[in-house]
């Protein structure tokens, strides 16, 4: 693991934002991606102030694979937190990957102006809210 890495600076997520990171990146080492060996770890900060992070977990079916982001938001949920401040997202990659479309509309149910970071094995951060990554995101209004 890097040392000396630049915090970036997001007033919402404070002095949690290393944790944050490093779960991201921790727990991408345990990503099921025997298919495209491209490891991802996401990590959520709920607004009751939890970590739940979870990597990409692969199935021979292809299309059926779960996504590190939505597979992190589902372990928040499943603990009773549904409101979602800010996603860390690691891929092992030299420049940072964004959430593909399918985890940006998973993710917008459970705040569409969550903070989302997207970082790798380098310094550089790139920063959205979710609705920039979205815009109009799909809701059912009956
Ligand atoms: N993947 C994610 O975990 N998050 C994304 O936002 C895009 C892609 C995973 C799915 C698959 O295991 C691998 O990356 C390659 O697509």
């Known amino acids: 693991m890097k040392k000396n890495r630049k915090i970036p600076t997001s007033k919402l997520l404070g002095d949690r934002a290393e944790e944050l990171f490093e779960a991201a990146r921790r727990v991408s080492e345990m990503a099921y ?81 969550m903070e989302v970071h997207c970082i790798s094995d380098r310094d550089e951060v790139l920063r959205f809210t979710l609705d920039e990554l979205l815009p109009n995101a799909f809701v059912i209004s009956l």
């Open 33 to 113: 991606c025997p298919y495209s060996h491209f490891h991802v770890g996401a990590a959520v900060l709920t607004s009751d102030g939890g970590i739940f992070a979870a990597p990409n977990i692969e199935n021979a079916s292809y299309s059926v694979t779960i996504c590190a982001e939505r597979n992190a938001a589902a372990q928040a949920v499943a603990a009773g937190q549904k409101s979602i401040v800010a996603i860390a997202l690691y891929t092992r990659t030299a420049t940072p990957s964004t959430p593909c479309g399918a985890c940006r509309q998973f993710l917008s149910e459970f705040n569409p102006r």
